[in-house]
């Protein structure tokens, strides 16, 4: 248990390893992975986006989580919880995410993962609302985000995003602690 932070049922949630650059790498390479977002990443985007994320766990206490499977301690993609204060009509936030490595979809980790993400945002850090968002063409992760108890809140166009018409308008999604 000392090598996570908190587990799920099949899950471990740690923070990032200079170790996980290749998998992460690996993932944000691919295509299908990426095709909600403007591109796919370079390793050097990549390498960024995790020192980032080890930045936001040592300024926040949370990230976006590195996610092993408890079986075989394999690296399956991320699901954490990131603070975003972008113009939307939520922020500033707290919010909600996941990537997942294709031959990890379909088996409902996203879902296990993200409800985990909530209770420990909750009863561990004590946040009263998180929420999520992702381009209205990402019905997968839109589901997830019903699975796991959000309630749609709206549409927006993200900031971010500009020049991808195919990527705007996003939904959003809230969660309140009950």
């Given amino acids: ?103 990890f979809w379909g088996q409902g980790y996203a879902t296990e993962g993200a409800r985990r993400c909530l209770e420990y945002a909750f009863n561990t850090l004590g946040l009263d609302r998180v929420i999520s968002h992702c381009p209205a063409v990402n019905t997968p992760s839109e589901r997830v985000m019903q699975k796991i108890g959000m309630v749609r809140k709206g549409e927006f166009h993200h900031p971010l995003l500009e020049g991808y018409p195919e990527l705007n308008p996003c939904v959003w999604y809230e969660i309140k602690k009950s």
């Fill in 1 to 103: 248990m000392d090598l996570y932070l908190f587990t799920s049922e099949r899950l471990g949630f740690r923070d990032w390893k200079a170790s996980d650059l290749e998998a992460f790498a690996n993932m944000n390479a691919d295509p299908h992975v990426m095709q909600h977002f403007p591109h796919t990443l370079s390793v050097e985007e990549s390498e960024n986006a995790l020192t980032g994320y080890q930045e936001h766990f040592q300024q926040r206490g949370y990230t976006y989580f590195v996610v092993e499977t408890l079986k075989s301690a394999e690296f399956i993609g991320f699901i954490g919880l990131k603070y975003q204060d972008f113009e939307a009509p939520y922020t500033p936030a707290v919010d909600i995410g996941w990537r997942l490595l294709r031959e």
